[in-house]
C-alpha cells in the first residue's frame, strides 16, 4: 500500500465554486501533515499544516482524522490562480523527511 | 524572503557520466535534502543531511549518489555515472533546526536533469 495516496483527478471547477480534496495515508504513527502546492515545472510551496483540530487559512480548511488516517482539504470561492496540483505531504515519527502523494490537479475555469 | 536557490536550471549530460547539482541553502537551516521527482510522478525523498552527515536516505539513493557541503554554503548531489532513468527534477530543500520533522522545508526551484 502506498504511503500517501490521493485522487489524481483532475478537478475543473468554475471560477467561485467550492473544491474538496481529500488524501490517505498509511502509517499509522505519521507524525504531522501539510498541503504542499505545485504549479507547472515549479517547486513545491506549503500551503498549509493540518492540525488534529482542523486550521483555516482564509478561503482554506484542513481537517485531519488520525482514527481513519484521512486528510482533507477545502477550498472555497475558487479563484483562476488556484490553479495547481495539490500535494498531500506526511512525515513519519522518528523521521524528518516529506512523503508526498503524487498530487491532485486542479484547474478552476472562467 | 531569504530563499534556496539551485543551479543548473537544466542540465543535459550523456548516459555514463558524473553530475554534480548544486544548492545553496538558506542561511540559518542546519538541515538539508533532495528530492527528485520524475516526470508525472510524485515528489520522492533522496537523502537528508545534518551535522555533516547522512541522516536518512531512501532506497533510491544507491552507491551512485553522494552528497556533500564542501564549503558551508554549498550542498551538492553528484550521481557518479547517470542513467537514462535519472532524468528528473531535482529539489533540494532545507529547514531550520528542530527535533522533529514539523518545521517547514522550503524548497529551491530545482534543477531538470536530462540524461541522453
Known amino acids: 500500500r502506498k504511503e500517501v495516496e490521493q485522487d489524481p483527478g483532475p478537478f475543473n471547477v468554475p471560477e467561485g465554486a467550492t473544491v474538496a480534496f481529500n488524501c490517505t495515508y498509511s502509517?499509522?504513527?505519521?507524525?504531522?501533515f501539510f498541503w504542499y502546492r505545485q504549479d507547472c515545472r515549479k517547486e513545491p510551496k506549503l500551503l498549509m499544516s493540518v492540525y488534529s483540530s482542523g486550521n483555516e487559512d482564509g478561503r482554506f480548511t484542513a481537517q485531519l482524522n488520525r482514527a481513519s488516517q484521512y486528510i482533507s482539504l477545502l477550498i472555497r470561492d475558487s479563484k483562476l490562480s488556484d490553479s495547481a496540483t495539490y500535494l498531500c505531504v506526511v512525515v513519519r515519527a522518528g523521521a524528518n523527511n516529506l512523503f508526498f502523494g503524487t498530487g491532485t490537479r486542479l484547474t478552476v475555469i472562467p | 524572503e531569504p530563499e534556496v536557490t539551485q543551479t543548473p536550471s537544466h542540465q543535459v549530460t550523456q548516459m555514463g557520466q558524473e553530475v554534480i547539482l548544486r544548492c545553496v541553502p538558506i542561511s540559518n537551516h542546519l538541515y538539508f535534502y533532495w528530492y527528485r521527482q520524475i516526470l508525472g510522478q510524485k515528489v520522492e525523498f533522496l537523502v537528508s543531511?545534518?551535522?555533516?552527515?547522512?541522516?536518512?536516505k531512501s532506497e533510491i539513493f544507491d552507491d551512485q549518489f553522494s552528497v556533500e557541503r564542501p564549503d558551508g554554503s554549498n550542498f551538492t548531489l553528484k550521481i557518479r555515472s547517470t542513467k537514462l532513468e535519472d532524468s528528473a527534477m531535482y529539489f533540494c530543500a532545507s529547514r531550520t533546526r528542530g527535533t522533529s520533522g514539523t518545521d517547514t522545508q522550503y524548497f529551491g526551484p530545482g534543477t531538470r536533469l536530462t540524461v541522453l
Open positions: 502509517n499509522s504513527a505519521s507524525q504531522s
Open positions: 543531511f545534518y551535522n555533516n552527515e547522512i541522516s536518512e
